[in-house]
């Protein structure tokens, strides 16, 4: 869900916000018009962007016991789609974070004279959301390599994988939907690192393996102009108990003995 406040409403939308925040009994419009001296040429504009605020928020229209008026009161706020759009007070918090330094490449602000952009660690067009723990400060070339390496990835296939919090789901799910194909190696780190960055995401592999998980994973090798590269083949599929970080440890620890 968005925060209503990173929702622009324009300067008279947010304005009356405002006063109906302070009068939680309600207002009419004239009332909200009088208190912020709108004249009445501009009544139609004026209320048109009152009902904009409807968007983002509850507002009720009651009728006023003591004179009879229509009057709005504000609720609570409405569930928004996540629009992608970062708000400047998010934008500024997920800035500030990074101390002026790029969360990619670590170049400075300062020494390299490099700008930052808030940016989407999960792309929305791949269900990450517009929050504090998705977005990360890189700059600008950064972002512009961030974009054309994401773009060699389906969307489609993201959207299926990224929601997992295991990295184990990912893998696995992500070689399901390459099925019987080889998926390269490189393919399968990102996966891996989507969500939690520097995993040993090769022993996360291995661990599908176990008996208490029993996926097949098949591996090969290939030579192309970059020069040998792995890939990993998924044999079979069985759905991953719900507590299967737990049985790999389990199984581990059985191991050692």
């Given at each position: ?187 399968i780190e990102f996966v891996a690192n989507v969500r939690d960055q520097q995993l040993d995401w090769r022993k996360r592999l291995r661990e599908l393996r176990y008996a208490p998980i029993g996926l097949e994973i098949e591996v090969s090798k290939k030579r192309d102009d970059k020069g040998v590269q792995s890939f990993y083949t998924l044999k079979n599929w069985r759905d991953l108990p ?16």
């Amino acid at each position: 869900m968005s925060d209503p406040d990173s929702i622009s409403l324009g300067h008279v939308a947010s304005a009356a916000l405002e006063l109906l925040r302070k009068h939680p009994e309600g207002l009419s419009m004239a009332e909200m018009r009088d208190m912020l001296d709108m004249g009445a040429d501009s009544q139609e504009h004026f209320n048109r962007r009152v009902r904009d605020i409807r968007k983002v928020y509850e507002m009720p229209l009651r009728r006023r016991e003591s004179d009879g008026a229509s009057i709005y009161v504000l609720g609570n706020p409405k569930p928004q789609a996540d629009s992608g759009q970062v708000s400047e007070r998010l934008r500024a918090a997920v800035i500030h974070l990074a101390h002026g330094r790029c969360q990619m490449c670590g170049r400075t602000v300062a020494g390299d004279g490099v700008k930052l952009q808030a940016d989407h660690k999960v792309p929305q067009s791949w269900g990450g959301p517009t929050t504090m723990e998705n977005l990360w400060a890189i700059c600008e070339a950064c972002n512009r390599g961030k974009r054309n390496y994401f773009s060699s990835f389906s969307a489609d296939e993201m959207k299926q994988v990224v929601h997992f919090e295991s990295v184990h789901e990912r893998i696995a799910n992500f070689l399901r939907l390459h099925m019987p194909e080889p998926v390269p190696a490189w393919a399968i780190e990102f996966v891996a690192n989507v969500r939690d960055q520097q995993l040993d995401w090769r022993k996360r592999l291995r661990e599908l393996r176990y008996a208490p998980i029993g996926l097949e994973i098949e591996v090969s090798k290939k030579r192309d102009d970059k020069g040998v590269q792995s890939f990993y083949t998924l044999k079979n599929w069985r759905d991953l108990p719900p507590d299967h970080v737990r049985l790999i440890k389990d199984f581990e620890r059985r191991k050692d003995r």
